[in-house]
Antibody, heavy 121, light 110 residues
Framework: EVQLLESGGGLVQPGGSLRLSCVAS????????MTWVRQPPGKGLEWVST????????YYADSVKGRFIVSRDTSKKTLFLQMNTLSAEDTAVYYC??????????????WGQGSLVTVSS | QSALTQPASVSGSPGQSITIPCTGA?????????VSWYQQHPGKAPKLIIY???ERPSGVSNRFSGSKSGNTASLIIYGLQAEDEADYYC??????????FGGGTKLTVL
């Protein structure tokens, strides 16, 4: 059974950093693209970042480019999102999602339960 | 990065059918059959209900259907049921932004 479990969220001050983790089970990370999607409180979904199944390609939304880094540790079956220089606009529930193939355009067929990041002083 | 355009809300009575449009551009919806739709109930994670414009994942009710014409994709829900009340999001591959979501549509079953 495919499962995605996010962790690492919490309260952080503006300008601070946080690293989210997403532990994957039931499939092999290298066979599927993985994406981070966020949802500010009461608002819609926003694509944040994607890593291809090979790990060779990463993509970022303009709103996080240069501040966020997606990475993974295949031995730990874990996807990461390093978030730096955080601002209030980054406050959201962050979901990790698995694509149905190794390439980016495929749909996201499994989602984690989400991890809340709150940026506030 | 402009989001795909969806109506903020739609409503229908049980048994009726509704359509949720999702309008993009030639850089996304119009050029690629890579539109997917997600259903999200309050406090829950999104769930894939349509991929590649009109394909249904295993286990998703055949009351959900998708189509596309030009730069606009559509989700059609037939025979509305109370459990269909949720937020719905379209998503497309984009040659400019990689992936782009619609703003979301709140479906109310009257």
């Amino acid at each position: 059974e495919v499962q995605l479990l996010e962790s690492g969220g919490g309260l952080v001050q503006p300008g601070g950093s946080l690293r989210l983790s997403c532990v994957a089970s039931g499939f092999t990370l290298t066979n599927y693209a993985m994406t981070w999607v966020r949802q500010p409180p009461g608002k819609g979904l926003e694509w944040v970042s994607t890593m291809s199944g090979s790990g060779a390609s990463t993509y970022y939304a303009d709103s996080v480019k240069g501040r966020f880094i997606v990475s993974r540790d295949t031995s730990k079956k874990t996807l990461f999102l390093q978030m730096n220089t955080l601002s209030a606009e980054d406050t959201a529930v962050y979901y990790c999602a698995k694509h149905s193939t190794a390439v980016v355009p495929a749909a996201m067929d499994y989602w984690g339960q989400g991890s809340l990041v709150t940026v506030s002083s | 990065q402009s989001a795909l355009t969806q109506p903020a809300s739609v409503s229908g009575s049980p048994g009726q059918s509704i359509t949720i449009p999702c309008t993009g551009a030639s850089s996304d919806v119009g050029s690629y059959n890579l539109v997917s739709w997600y259903q999200q109930h309050p406090g829950k994670a999104p769930k894939l209900i349509i991929y590649e414009v009109s394909e249904r994942p295993s286990g998703v009710s055949n009351r959900f259907s998708g189509s596309k014409s030009g730069n606009t994709a559509s989700l059609i829900i037939y025979g509305l049921q109370a459990e269909d009340e949720a937020d719905y999001y379209c998503c497309s591959y984009s040659v400019i932004t990689t992936l782009v979501f619609g703003g979301g549509t709140k479906l109310t079953v009257l």
